[in-house]
């Protein structure tokens, strides 16, 4: 049994020193991803480049995080800065990847975990930066849950569908509702697409937890930036610059798909026994 060998603790801790690097160096794809994916550009030609010199980035400038500490954040052509973004998702990768890796070791669950972990990193990057959510990346994701549950051993298919329904569908009710209301539309239907995706592969348990986190990240995230706005109009140095993506912004009452997405991967982590024990306590 061959099986047994990679439950060794040198092999388990090598692995996860792999699973580490292996995340660092997807969380430097997803970087690319994040800032193309919105453009329309392709994500795999042409090589990265300097955004403002067009100075190519070469391979030892390429290595994750440490290249951006070695630079010192800065471009090595014409020393504009690299945002903080690019280390931090790299960091945030590695680490996702690690305990994803400790929690489900060498197994055929591994790689959906990773595609999944991978997904909401840049869901929510892009969602962040751009206030979009593509439907390249939700449509597949739906897609890759699916089949999760339809290969490896231990899950049911039907209840990743059942999860994808009620997922959409709670979010679509919670839109509805919130517009008849407030007449306003608090998320968008990229939401409704991510919960979807969630739904998928953690099933409908974990949903309702989701939406909390979700909910709460979304609200204190609100009341967070109005009182940031607030500060910044009593200042009289607000423009309409300022306000950024302007309407399509303010379309989006309460910013919700970056705590999905957080929600989705810390509900990830915890299994469906614990959330009945806490509901039944
Ligand atoms: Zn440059």
Not at 77 to 92: D, M, N, R, T
Not at 124 to 145: E, R
Not at 159 to 184: M, P, R, S
Not at 206 to 218: C, E, N, Q, R, T
Request: hydrophobic share 55%; aromatic share 14%.
């Amino acid at each position: 049994m061959p099986e047994l060998y990679l439950y060794h603790p040198v092999f388990r801790q090598t692995f996860a020193v792999f699973a580490f690097l292996l995340g660092m160096m997807v969380g430097s794809f997803l970087n690319v991803c994040i800032y193309r994916i919105p453009a329309g550009k392709s994500i795999v030609y042409p090589p990265s480049g300097c955004p403002l010199c067009g100075h190519a980035i070469r391979w030892y400038e390429n290595i994750p995080v440490l290249s951006w500490l070695a630079l010192r954040g800065r471009c090595s052509g014409c020393k504009a800065p690299i945002s903080i973004q690019y280390p931090l998702v790299e960091l945030l990768t590695g680490f996702l990847f690690l305990m994803a890796y400790i929690e489900w070791n060498l197994s055929i669950d591994l790689p959906f975990i990773f595609i999944y972990l991978a997904l909401l990193i840049v869901i929510a990057g892009i969602d962040i930066k751009s206030q979009i959510v593509p439907h390249v990346l939700t449509i597949p994701g739906i897609a890759c849950g699916l089949l999760y549950a339809y290969l490896a051993p231990g899950h049911s298919f039907l209840y990743a569908v059942a999860g994808l329904f009620i997922g959409g569908g709670a979010l679509l009710l919670v839109i509805v509702t919130f517009y008849l209301v407030t007449k306003k539309i608090g998320m968008g239907g990229g939401d409704v697409m991510i919960l979807a995706m969630i739904g998928s592969y953690v099933g409908p348990t974990k949903l309702a937890p989701v939406l909390f986190i979700a909910s709460l990240g979304g609200i204190l995230f609100f009341f967070a930036m109005r009182l940031l706005s607030g500060k910044r109009r009593i200042a009289g140095s607000i423009t309409a610059d300022d306000i950024k993506g302007s309407e399509h912004d303010l379309d989006r009452v309460i910013y919700f798909g970056p705590f999905l997405a957080l929600g989705g991967a810390i509900m990830l982590f915890v299994s469906d026994d614990t959330i009945i024990r806490l509901l039944t306590f």
